[in-house]
């Protein structure tokens, strides 16, 4: 398949994905902080867009690049001929350059050097874990691929 057809191809897939996501964190953040209320929105983002829904369109607008995002990104870790740092590292790259930019004009991080040093922080480690539990999985289903290969012989 043409890799930019690929890459259409999951950033169309990553929409609803996003969404999904985004909406999730809204009911898990609820469940954990407001109180018994559902939260749609930070208040600062409703107060920036002038209502709550203008807010909400917004944030469902900017999970909808997010999971656009990562899903056309996602084609790099199929890019044989690069190793596995260079994905890593550009994949970092490009998914940091959409994340920071709609965290911030989310207001999912305060509006400082601090928030912004803090909110990339955990962006890292996240971004690491996740990395990490990929890795294994994949270096475990190579193991097991080579065992059943060794044992034809």
Request: positive net charge; proline residues 2%; charged residues 15%.
């Amino acid at each position: 398949m043409n890799i930019k057809k690929k890459i259409m191809l999951r950033a169309i897939s990553g929409l609803p994905i996003g969404l999904s996501i985004g909406y999730l964190i809204t009911i898990v953040i609820s469940l954990i902080w407001a109180n018994g209320y559902y939260a749609s929105c930070v208040p600062e983002l409703a107060e920036m867009m002038g209502s709550e829904i203008g807010a909400v369109t917004l944030q469902a607008f900017l999970c909808a690049i997010l999971g656009m995002g990562f899903g056309a990104c996602s084609v790099i870790w199929e890019i044989e001929d690069w190793g596995i740092a260079k994905q890593t590292g550009i994949y970092f790259l490009i998914v940091s350059l959409i994340m920071m930019p709609v965290a911030y004009i989310a207001y999912w991080m305060e509006h400082s050097i601090q928030g912004v040093v803090s909110y990339f922080g955990i962006f890292v480690l996240i971004f690491a874990i996740v990395w990490a539990i990929q890795y294994g999985r994949a270096k475990r289903n190579v193991k097991q691929m080579n065992d059943k290969m060794e044992s034809f012989r």
